[in-house]
């Protein structure tokens, strides 16, 4: 049977800032929703019925509230695995007593297997994923045939997906990925207004990073 998750995520030292973790443990309550092997309902998880789009891997969450505080209409379900960025998000949120946004702190792969109806979600962002540079470790990459699958399975009819990456050879991957799939239409853009520009993509930019966007739709 086939594991659950395939580990695409390497889990690095916590070094979770004390502020980070007053925040996380005060703040959870509000925007924290636990994991459990049952379905989710996304209706009553948020404050208002509206459409929902899942951010996988969010890291520090600069661009996550960003794109929440313009998007009141929408709602944002992040799921992350690392401690920090749980902590200092929800201090932004809070900040900005933003009500659109709630977190999941497990791997995206039992997220989507336990939580995630089948089309229940109208958009899924994935930005800057870890490009396990090394060709030993290209299986340990998220964008592979079967996340295609399992993205393509919790979009609604019509429903997207929005990558990007800053590694040029993941952005050749991920093109020879998709052009292996009936599953979605779609291919690299231009860098949306939308999508925030963040300090890590910023940092990127002045080592001449080429930052590729990419749409898919299913």
Same mark, same amino acid.
């Given at each position: 049977m086939e594991p659950v998750t395939n580990r695409s995520y390497r889990l690095r030292g916590v070094r979770i800032t004390p502020a980070q973790q007053i925040a996380r443990d005060t703040l959870w309550a509000k925007f924290g929703i636990e994991f459990k092997e049952s379905l989710l309902d996304l209706f009553t998880s948020f404050a208002n019925a509206q459409p929902v789009v899942m951010e996988i891997g969010y890291g520090m969450g600069e661009a996550t509230w960003q794109i929440a505080k313009a998007n009141p209409n929408t709602n944002y379900l992040g799921v992350e695995v690392h401690m920090p960025g +749980?902590? @200092?998000?929800m201090a932004k949120l809070n900040e900005f007593e933003l009500t659109n946004v709630k977190l999941i702190e497990r791997d995206v792969f039992e997220v989507f297997h336990y939580m995630i109806s089948n089309g229940a979600l109208d958009g899924v962002h994935l930005y800057f994923p870890d490009p396990w540079p @090394? @060709? $030993?470790? *290209? @299986? $340990? $990459? !998220?964008? *592979?045939? $079967? &996340? !295609?699958?399992? +993205?393509a399975k919790k979009l609604k009819p019509g429903g997207y997906l929005h990558i990007a990456t800053d590694w040029?050879?993941?952005?050749?991957? !991920?093109?020879?990925? &998709? *052009?292996e799939t009936e599953l979605f239409t779609g291919g690299d853009i231009d860098r949306p207004e939308s999508r925030p520009l963040t300090r890590f993509e910023g940092q990127g930019l002045t080592k001449d990073h080429r930052v590729t966007d990419f749409l898919f739709r299913t």
């Open positions: +749980v902590g @200092k998000l @090394k @060709k $030993r470790h *290209n @299986k $340990r $990459r !998220i964008v *592979n045939q $079967r &996340f !295609i699958a399992e +993205v040029v050879p993941y952005a050749e991957w !991920i093109t020879e990925q &998709f *052009n």
